[in-house]
């Protein structure tokens, strides 16, 4: 977990001043997420809106990872995207459109899908990690790579007008193998997604990291939060942590706390 080493301009403590009032936040907790690296993979509908709000809050330096070109059909949910975007990079696009948001953080973009050969080298970087990709491929290969270097981790994914929030601490808490030994299949491009649904869940894996990050709050630790938003039901379910899962089985935790990743369709 990131310390408060990092001294705060004039103009951050302008920017932040209200999140600084909250009771349990003030400058440290500033400081904590000025000094912490943020890791958001699949960056669309999902990720671009949690890295909008990471960037909102303060975070230092984001890592933006997401190959492909933006499609017209992705507008009505990726709020970082504009229109004369289509058919280019939209990781360049979001890391532009968050430059130009918040001047104050890093943001680094990586045009590419997350795989085996770049995954230990993105997740040693970052001090924690927000799990937004599209499909079980990538949501593993991040899974796997945050138990192994001992990462938080923000599990998040959406279906329709349902969503899931995981909070995945390694040695503390179950891992997203734990939940999904055996992966569902389903058609990336074959559901429906509204923007305000990919938008509340993005909100709430944000608010799910910088809580972890700034000390704030109490963290969704070993619990699974369902939502289905078409009735606004909300409900915890406790998650069952596997004691012989092949990926955290017998893993313990690094540190006091650490910090999560997302379950997310974009």
């Known amino acids: 977990m990131p310390t408060p080493h990092a001294i705060l301009s004039p103009t951050e403590r302008e920017r932040y001043r209200r999140q600084m009032q909250l009771p349990g936040f003030g400058q440290e907790s500033q400081e904590r997420l000025k000094s912490a690296t943020a890791l958001v993979t699949g960056v669309g509908g999902l990720g671009g809106t949690a890295a909008l709000y990471l960037a909102a809050a303060g975070v230092g330096r984001l890592i933006l990872v997401r190959g492909g070109n933006l499609q017209r059909d992705d507008l009505n949910r990726q709020v970082l995207m504009t229109d004369d975007w289509v058919g280019k990079p939209r990781v360049f696009k979001a890391q532009q459109a968050l430059a130009a948001f918040n001047p104050d953080i890093e943001i680094e973009a990586v045009c590419e899908y997350v795989t085996a050969e770049n995954i230990d080298g993105l997740v040693q970087r970052a001090d924690i990690a927000l799990d937004c ?39 503390k808490t179950p891992c997203l193998s734990c939940l999904f030994p055996e992966k569902p299949e389903w058609d990336c491009w074959g559901f429906g997604v509204l923007g305000a649904v990919s938008g509340t869940l993005a909100c709430l894996a944000a608010l799910e990291a910088i809580k972890l990050v700034a000390g704030l709050g109490e963290p969704l630790l070993g619990q699974l939060l369902t939502m289905d938003l078409a009735r606004a039901e909300f409900a915890k379910r406790r998650a069952y942590h596997d004691p012989d899962c092949p990926v955290c089985g017998g893993v313990k935790a690094k540190g006091d706390r650490t910090i999560p990743v997302v379950m997310a369709r974009s």
């Open 133 to 171: 990709a599209f499909d079980f491929k990538e949501r593993d290969l991040l899974n796997a790579a945050c138990v192994r270097w001992g990462k938080p981790m923000v599990e998040a994914a959406m279906n329709a007008m349902e969503g899931y929030l995981l909070t995945v601490i390694p040695g």
